[in-house]
Structure formats: C-alpha cells, structure tokens
C-alpha cells in the first residue's frame, strides 16, 4: 500500500467522527498530532526524492561541463573523430531529452495527495479563532500579561513553547474581528514590543501598528492614537487609511481643545486634557459574580475560615451499612459544611478512568446547554468542554462504576441519567451554572407555597426534565479522571468555595433541599483549565425513585 494511502486510511480511522471544534477537546487534539507527525513523514519522503532527482541532475551537469569544456576549445578537431560526432548527435536527439523528462518529473504528486485528503480533517478557521479566544480566556481569569503567555511561562508545563510575532499579531486580529479592542491592544502591543526588539518575522510594523492605533483610538486616547499613527506614517508615508485617520484624530483633537477653551472661559481655570497612560479597564461582561468566580479560579478568596475549617472531618464511609461496603468502605472527606459538599477518594481505578475515556473518545461532541428561553439544547461560548453519555450495555465497567456511585450515595441510579464523561479543550470551562431546573415540575404547587420561589423566579423558563418524568436533579456525583497541572477547579461563587481536581476522587452534593426546592447555593462553575487535560465524569441523581432514600423534611430549606 502507498504510503499516503496508508496514512489517510490511518486518519480516517482516527478523526473521522469530528467535525471542526479541536479546541474544545484536549483528548481529540492529541490525534492531529498525530495526524502532523505523518504528514511531516510524507514531506521528508518529498525531500528525498527531490534530493535524489537533484543530485542525478547535479552529476549529469559535471559530467556535461567537462565535456564541453574539452570539446569547445577545438569543436572542429573534436568532431575529427567519428564516435565524437555520434555522441553528440545521440546526446542532443536523446540524452538531453531524458534529462528534460527528469527535470519535469513531479515527485509532489504524493505529497499534494495526501495534504489534500487530510485537508479536510484539519482545524477550521472556527478552530483557530476558538484557541485564541481560549488563550485570552486564560489571560483574564489568571491575570497574565501577554509576555508571559508569549514567552510561555506557565506553571506545570513538561514542554515549553513560545509565541511568535505572528503569533501576537494573529490573536491581536481575531479579537479586533470580534469587536475585542481590549485584548487588540494588548496582543497588538506585544506583537509590537518583539518586532521592537528584532525577532525575524514577516509580518510589518505598519500592520501591526494600523490595528493598534484604531484600537486605542477606540478607547478614546486619541493623543496615543495620534502618536502610533504618526509613526505609522513615518514608516509608509503613502499610507492612505492612516493619512485619513491622523487628519480625523487631529480635528477631533481640536474640537477637544475648543471645549476645553469655553469651560476655561466660563470657570477662568485652566484644566489639562485627560489623557490615558495607555493601561486600559477590561470591559464588563454578562457575568455577574465574574471577580468573585475568576478570582476563586485562581484559588483566591476562598472563604474557609479556621472556624469553619472546625466543622470538617474524614471518616470511613460504608453507605449506611450497605453490605458491599461494609468490608471496603470509601475514604470520605468533608469539602465544605454548608451546603455539605464531600469527596470520596479511591472511587475509581487507573485501569477503568483508561477503559472509560476509550469509550468516551469516539462519541465526544460539543458540550451544549439549554436555552432558558426556547428549552433548546445549543452550543455556547461559557460552555468549552467536549461530552459523551455512555450506557451500561457499553461495556461492564460502566454498570459497574454505576453500581459503585448507588453504593456511596445510597441514592438510585435507576432514574438517574446516563453516565456522562467530558473532555475540557484549551482554556475549557463551563461558567457559573446550576445542575437542577428552576421551574417547577407541577404548576399547581405554586399556590401552595412549594417551591413558590422557584416558580416566582424562574415561572418562563421551560422545564428541563420535563420529558424524562424523573423529576429534578437531586444530586450530583463528580468523578475527577485525570489530575491538572494549574486551573481546573470547581468553584462555588456563592459561598466561595474551591474544589481542585484529584485524580481518581469524586466529589458529591445535593442540588435540592429534601422539600425539593433547589438550594440556589450550589451554583457552580468549571474553572478554565491553564495547564493539563482534565477529564472528569458525572452522574445526576433524579427525585423520581428516592422519595424513600431521601425523605422530605419539616421545613422547606431542610
């Protein structure tokens, strides 16, 4: 079989189940590696037949330049002799016509082949763009300023990399695409102050600083706007759209200096023009509680006092004397004490967190989230994870992992849902989030006081689960699959509270008191991962079938 045959047989195999969004898989991306070492194969088998072409047409030169060197110092006295005459004649009509085929020889044509049918198995633009916005996602939730991404110190990392001025320049582009001028100026600077200090690149200062002093000029330093364009033009003085935009910035700056002048006029005191140092504010988002969640993210303002840090304890865990675990019980470790947040060590092996990811891996798609306004499930840009819902008929480990989970929580797993496992991509999160449905399951409740403040605020939000008739989400039981260098964590921005991952542990809570309202507390959230690969895998425990596992309390927040 030829080899680019072989290879693409091979990345078939391998990625044909994905569809673009690498970024949000670490698991997935490590096929397109991969998939880059055989092509780097491909292209060295290239080379040598290029070099073994070359060095035919090297060797036939010599050959020719000896030859001619003899035969036109006396072309006459050459032809003298006959076979002389005969060979030239054989090496015009023949020899030179063998050397134009070698010439004309296309040894790319396996290369091209193979580039063009993997082609479409590569990232998409989609992709490239995702990964920049995940390294800026990493940026702000981390505090890190572009020169330590760039230079690539970061902590845990095996394999260090750097960023180039190009690099700088294409994350300095997606954010001004989007509309980002924040992170366009910072990645554009950065571009800036490596081209400043000689690194060898293609990419032109005029470029970068054409983005750069629209940018600022966004913001609304326009004496910095001025400055960058002018040395813009300093170096392309026929830069038209600079030319146009120093003409405009210098009206507005006298338009600026006029009004100035009448409220000196009018107050007789003379006030200087604002002008910014160049440091600008990260703008606001969507997010509430995003200082209070970053912050936890980066395991600052965690709220465990000393008197608190009283209450937590370890024991052993047998399930309430379930048999299974009263010869083995689990290693159980308080979290947090209210709401009472545990973690079990020792809940999975290396062998089935291995046979679990495999399992996973051909069946990871997008992570999605419900609208809370349509009910419908869609991808969305605080939710960078990949996810597959694996069965018990998939393969013994699962029904036994299940088995397990039952076992600790003393909770059914008979309505819960399938076991999910999640893969986190390049700076993967999943922002704050509840896990139970805020609208009540029967609207007749709502006069009798049950969940009343879960229907008073949330009563246009579709239900959830309704379709699954097993009620809320009850519980959630959080296995952690892999260790994380740096980031990662679990966090809890209510409270403040940060669970980091621990290989091989599991973490659980309740997400309803027992009167079924949900416990607004457990509003949670999946930390950017900075350095590593986090896998992890849940199962969510419904109402339907604990009613007696769980009985209700005596009041509404018991």
Not at 110 to 127: H, K, M, S, V, Y
Not at 273 to 293: K, N
Not at 447 to 473: C, I, M, Q, V, W
Not at 520 to 530: M, Q
Request: glycine share 6%; hydrophobic share 35%.
């Amino acid at each position: 079989m030829k080899p680019w045959l072989h290879l693409f047989f091979t990345c078939t195999l391998l990625i044909w189940h994905t569809e673009a969004e690498f970024f949000t898989s670490i698991g997935q991306m490590t096929d397109l590696i991969y998939a880059e070492k055989d092509l780097v194969q491909s292209l060295k088998e290239y080379i040598r037949a290029e070099e073994i072409k070359l060095s035919q047409i090297k060797s036939w030169a010599e050959k020719m330049d000896v030859l001619t060197s003899k035969s036109s110092s006396d072309p006459e006295g050459y032809l003298a002799h006959p076979v002389n005459a005969y060979k030239l004649v054989k090496r015009l009509n023949t020899d030179w016509l063998e050397l134009e085929n070698l010439v004309l020889q296309d040894t790319t044509n396996g290369f091209i082949a193979n580039l063009t049918i993997q082609r479409q198995f590569f990232p998409t633009e989609e992709d490239e763009t995702g990964a920049a916005k995940a390294l800026m996602r990493l940026q702000d939730t981390y505090k890190l300023d572009p020169e330590t991404l760039s230079r690539g110190n970061l902590p845990g990392t095996k394999y260090r990399s750097s960023l180039t001025v190009g690099d700088c320049f294409g994350m300095g582009k997606t954010a001004y695409n989007d509309g980002d001028y924040y992170h366009t100026v910072l990645w554009m600077e950065q571009a800036l102050k490596q081209h400043d200090e000689g690194e060898d690149t293609t990419v032109s200062k005029v470029e970068i600083l054409d983005y750069l002093s629209y940018a600022v000029f966004q913001f609304g330093d326009l004496h910095r706007a001025m400055e960058l364009t002018r040395r813009l033009i300093s170096l392309d003085s026929t830069h038209e759209r600079a030319g146009s935009n120093l003409r405009y910035f210098e009206k507005l700056l006298e338009k600026e200096r006029e009004k100035e002048q009448e409220k000196s006029n009018k107050t007789m005191t003379t006030t200087e023009p604002v002008v910014q140092s160049g440091a600008y504010e990260r703008p606001l988002d969507y997010l509430p509680e995003r200082d209070i969640y970053e912050a936890l993210c980066r395991g600052e303002g965690v709220k465990m006092t000393p008197r608190r840090q009283k209450r937590l304890f370890c024991r052993y865990h047998d399930g309430n004397r379930n048999p299974h675990l009263l010869i083995a019980p689990f290693k159980e470790e308080d979290e947090w004490d209210s709401p009472h947040i545990v973690r079990y060590y020792d809940v999975m092996s290396d062998e089935e967190i291995e046979k679990i990811k495999q399992l996973a891996k051909p069946k990871l798609a997008r992570a999605t989230v419900r609208d809370p306004k349509t009910g419908v499930l869609t991808v969305a840009s605080y939710r960078v994870s990949k996810s597959s819902w694996l069965e018990e008929d998939d393969d013994p480990v699962v029904a036994k992992v299940n088995q397990r989970m039952q076992q600790i929580t003393g909770l059914t797993v008979k309505t819960a849902e399938l076991l999910q496992v999640a893969n986190y991509g390049m700076g993967g999160q999943y922002e704050p989030h509840f896990d139970f449905s805020r609208r009540p399951f029967d609207s007749t409740l709502k006069s009798e006081g049950n969940r009343l403040a879960t229907f008073l605020n949330y009563k246009d939000e579709p239900d959830a689960f309704k379709r699954l008739g097993t009620g809320n989400r009850v519980a959630t039981f959080l296995n952690y699959m892999s260790d994380v260098e740096a980031g990662g964590a679990t966090v809890f921005p209510d409270f403040g509270a940060a669970i980091w991952p621990k290989k091989g542990t599991a973490v659980f809570w309740y997400n309803l008191f027992r009167s079924g309202e949900g416990d607004y507390r457990t509003r949670h959230a999946a930390c950017p991962v900075l350095v590593g690969c986090k896998w992890v895998s849940n199962k969510w425990f419904h109402e339907r079938g604990n009613e007696f596992l769980r009985p209700c309390g005596r009041t509404e927040v018991d």
